[in-house]
């Protein structure tokens, strides 16, 4: 049976058992703001996962959440540049970023736009992909996993059956995505959007998430019953 932790900032911690199957870490706002028990403060992290290693976990993405804080996801409304007609922007992917990835900063553009990763099993695990303009790409039954993808725009991308396992997610944009069947487990979600997303079977199975994240993540009527209850959504 899973077990949860919920840690005050004073760091008094009471843990009883429960069903969730996710790993729900501290806020951008816990990690940031509310610490130090002072007026107004508030719980700061709710932890829930099989494994007992959750306080570790919330430590580093406590640290993550608070320089996400300040860099947003990118809005679908925002305008892009221009498609990159660079020859072999594609495989670029295979390469990725790996300058400032935590910020999404890099040496140049990664325009992976309209780009057909269907079933790549090899050359996309563990890239960086920083900032990556990814909108309306193919990721079906790619193996993701340990991906670091900050700052990606993957508004109407398909990811369907996608393996992103132990990957980290951070301020991705994955509005009017398909994301069927995508596996997030043990995979850090921090600030990233999900509206209007096609979410049905998602295997959410020691997701890392940040309390509000979950708010906003269960507001998606897609995710079926069996995902709900592996995030803990009510």
Same mark, same amino acid.
């Given at each position: 049976?899973?077990?949860?932790?919920?840690?005050?900032?004073?760091?008094?911690?009471?843990?009883?058992?429960?069903?969730?199957?996710?790993?729900?870490?501290?806020?951008?706002?816990?990690?940031?703001?509310?610490?130090?028990?002072?007026?107004?403060?508030?719980?700061?992290? #709710?932890?829930?996962?099989?494994?007992?290693?959750?306080? @570790?976990?919330?430590?580093? !993405? =406590? +640290?993550?959440?608070? $320089?996400? /804080?300040?860099?947003?996801?990118?809005?679908?409304?925002?305008?892009?540049?221009?498609?990159?007609?660079?020859?072999?922007?594609?495989?670029?992917?295979?390469?990725?970023?790996?300058?400032?990835?935590?910020?999404?900063?890099?040496?140049?553009?990664?325009?992976?736009? #309209?780009?057909?990763?269907?079933?790549?099993?090899?050359? @996309?695990?563990?890239?960086? !992909? =920083? +900032?990556?303009?990814? $909108?309306? /790409?193919?990721?079906?039954?790619?193996?993701?996993?340990?991906?670091?993808?900050?700052?990606?725009?993957?508004?109407?991308?398909?990811?369907?059956?996608?393996?992103?396992?132990?990957?980290?997610?951070?301020?991705?944009?994955?509005?009017?995505?398909?994301?069927?069947?995508?596996?997030?487990?043990?995979?850090?979600?921090?600030?990233?959007?999900?509206?209007?997303?096609?979410?049905?079977?998602?295997?959410?199975?020691?997701?890392?998430?940040?309390?509000?994240?979950?708010?906003?993540?269960?507001?998606?009527?897609?995710?079926?019953?069996?995902?709900?209850?592996?995030?803990?959504?009510?």
């Amino acid at each position: 049976m899973a077990s949860s932790c919920l840690a005050s900032p004073a760091g008094a911690a009471l843990c009883r058992p429960r069903r969730l199957r996710c790993r729900v870490a501290c806020s951008a706002a816990d990690a940031g703001g509310n610490g130090g028990g002072g007026r107004g403060a508030e719980p700061g992290w #709710f932890l829930a996962g099989r494994k007992n290693a959750g306080r @570790l976990a919330c430590g580093v !993405l =406590a +640290a993550w959440a608070v $320089s996400s /804080a300040s860099n947003p996801v990118i809005a679908a409304s925002q305008r892009l540049p221009p498609l990159s007609t660079e020859p072999n922007r594609c495989e670029r992917a295979f390469v990725g970023n790996t300058i400032g990835q935590a910020n999404g900063v890099y040496d140049k553009p990664l325009d992976l736009r #309209f780009c057909d990763y269907t079933n790549e099993k090899t050359n @996309l695990k563990g890239k960086s !992909l =920083a +900032a990556a303009l990814m $909108s309306d /790409a193919k990721f079906d039954s790619a193996d993701m996993s340990e991906v670091v993808m900050s700052k990606a725009y993957a508004v109407g991308a398909s990811f369907k059956g996608t393996d992103f396992t132990n990957a980290v997610i951070d301020r991705v944009n994955f509005e009017k995505a398909d994301l069927t069947g995508a596996i997030f487990k043990n995979t850090v979600l921090s600030g990233s959007t999900f509206n209007d997303a096609k979410m049905e079977d998602v295997d959410f199975e020691d997701t890392i998430i940040g309390y509000i994240d979950l708010q906003k993540l269960c507001t998606n009527t897609s995710i079926s019953a069996e995902s709900r209850l592996e995030l803990g959504c009510r």
